[in-house]
């Protein structure tokens, strides 16, 4: 009862199980984890505290105490709580499951490199467009009378794929390798599929011997996805070694030589080493794939349910591109705030994440007015502040006029979290969802092919997962 009084509000908790009866019977009764988070917002308030099992979770569910917290009060908020399941894959290594100096210096250098690559400026704008030039070919070829009709997830699979793969080891998915890469991507999806907050808490040692079939499973999984998609690079480390590659300082193509040129110039310590390099690109794979893929399939759905979105930010772009007469690029931004305040919608009504990562908190301090102890898991509960409806009015609705109404309210959609542990991806991905979007819109109309979609698919699990959607798209 001590505890519980230096901690924001939150229903009453019993010892050992703390609030695990309320949660289950609340995201059984709700429907899904973002609405049992808006449940209790609206009874405790915008911060407000789950016990799971003995330990203190205290969820932030608006944008002025996140940025207060995480954002002012940065450096306090860097080490995050790793899932016992990530720790034991990751031993330590990369950038999503480490924390320290080790995680400090791979973040460093990703952000780095990418800057360098030209993220979020040119190079990397020439890479998004390449890729989707040759998926829209692609789609051409097959068209008959004009019309293709295609399973949005091997479009998008593909595209976003092809981008980061071709970001991180110089390779984008071609005929010989779309299939393979494709079969990887499926495991992966049955895998998330299965794969729940039950997977994130409990101890190893629980999933070992109790499920070890589960366990075994997502360890392969993770090898076998590791060995595909780093396998460029450790041919290239291979020949490094023995002497028969050299990374040319002046012309780095992609992550993998950025790291290896480290290799090549300071030799191999505890940062930079082969098994550093191979959890960097699985780390930054499935990060850049998944999340930037669920948010083009959800936003696809939503615009086929709202067609008139779609006129509305085609009219838009056909006249910022002098009717169709050149693709849309970056520097198109400011002349597009109905296609901006689109993306945002998109992205607020996805919130594909449910649950946000939880960092820990190692001294007791204050957060919006309330007290929180050491100890206590906190963090910034991104599906619920998206759904706070004293910020968005009527929040299930897909509106983008609300950001056209008030300007400054898209500063409060944060889809990629806020603060030292936010997206590392995030200019890559707002420059992909940008180009996508946008240069999608004004070369096809679309139609769906099949039933659509309005209810979340796993609203359990930890994140969103794709609609299953399949689309026609015709050639305008
Ligand atoms: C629409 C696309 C994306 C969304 C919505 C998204 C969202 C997020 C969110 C919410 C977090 C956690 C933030 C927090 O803890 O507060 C995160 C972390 C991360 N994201 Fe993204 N992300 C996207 C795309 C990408 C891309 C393209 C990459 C890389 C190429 C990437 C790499 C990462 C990494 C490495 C982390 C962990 C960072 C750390 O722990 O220091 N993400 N992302």
Avoid at 418 to 423: D, I, M, N, P, Q
């Amino acid at each position: 009862y001590r505890k519980v009084s230096r901690l924001p509000p939150g229903p009453f908790s019993l010892p050992l199980i703390g609030n695990l009866p309320q949660i289950v019977y609340y995201l059984w009764t709700t429907g899904s984890v973002s609405s049992t988070f808006d449940l209790f917002r609206k009874r405790y308030g915008n911060i407000f505290t789950l016990w799971v099992g003995p330990i203190p979770h205290v969820s932030i569910a608006d944008y002025e105490t996140s940025h207060e917290v995480f954002v002012k009060n940065a450096s306090k908020y860097a080490d995050k709580f790793h899932a016992p399941l990530f720790a034991e894959i990751k031993n330590e290594n990369g950038v999503l499951a480490t924390n320290g100096d080790h995680w400090q210096e791979m973040r460093r250098f990703a952000l780095q490199t990418f800057r360098n690559m030209g993220v979020g400026k040119d190079q990397m704008e020439v890479k998004i467009m390449e890729e989707l030039d040759a998926r829209c070919a692609d789609i051409d070829k097959q068209a008959i009378n004009g019309v293709t009709t295609t399973h949005a997830s091997d479009f998008f699979d593909l595209t976003v794929g092809s981008i980061i793969n071709s970001i991180l080891v110089g390779k984008r998915f071609e005929e010989h390798n779309k299939q393979e890469f494709l079969k990887i991507k499926r495991a992966l999806d049955s895998a998330f599929e299965l794969f729940s907050p039950f997977d994130l808490t409990v101890p190893i040692w629980v999933l070992k011997y109790f499920f070890n079939r589960r366990y075994t499973n997502m360890i392969n999984l993770n090898e076998e996805t590791t060995s595909f998609v780093a396998k460029e690079a450790c041919e290239r480390y291979a020949e490094l070694k023995k002497g028969n590659y050299r990374v040319d300082k002046e012309k780095i193509n992609d992550f993998t030589d950025a790291f290896l040129l480290k290799i090549q110039e300071g030799g191999e310590n505890r940062d930079f080493n082969i098994e550093t390099l191979k959890t960097m690109i699985i780390d930054l794979w499935i990060t850049g794939q998944e999340t930037t893929t669920t948010t083009l399939i959800s936003g696809f759905n939503q615009l086929l349910l709202h067609p008139q979105v779609t006129d509305k930010a085609r009219k838009e772009i056909l006249e910022v591109t002098d009717n169709g007469s050149r693709p849309l690029c970056l520097a198109d931004k400011l002349s597009t705030p109905y296609l901006n305040a689109m993306i945002g919608e998109i992205q607020r009504h996805a919130s594909i994440l449910n649950m946000n990562f939880w960092r820990i908190n190692h001294e007791p301090t204050y957060m919006g007015g309330y007290p929180v102890d050491s100890g206590a898991f906190v963090t910034a509960q991104l599906s619920a502040l998206h759904i706070n409806e004293t910020v968005f009015e009527n929040p299930k609705k897909f509106d983008p006029e609300r950001f056209i109404r008030d300007e400054k309210l898209l500063q409060k959609v944060i889809p990629f979290g806020v603060g030292k542990r936010s997206c590392l991806g995030e200019a890559l991905a707002r420059s992909e969802l940008y180009l996508i979007f946008g240069n999608l819109l004004f070369r096809y109309n679309f139609k769906p092919h099949g039933k659509l979609s309005t209810e979340e698919v796993l609203p359990y699990s930890f994140a969103k997962r794709p609609f299953k959607l399949e689309m026609q798209f015709i050639k305008i």
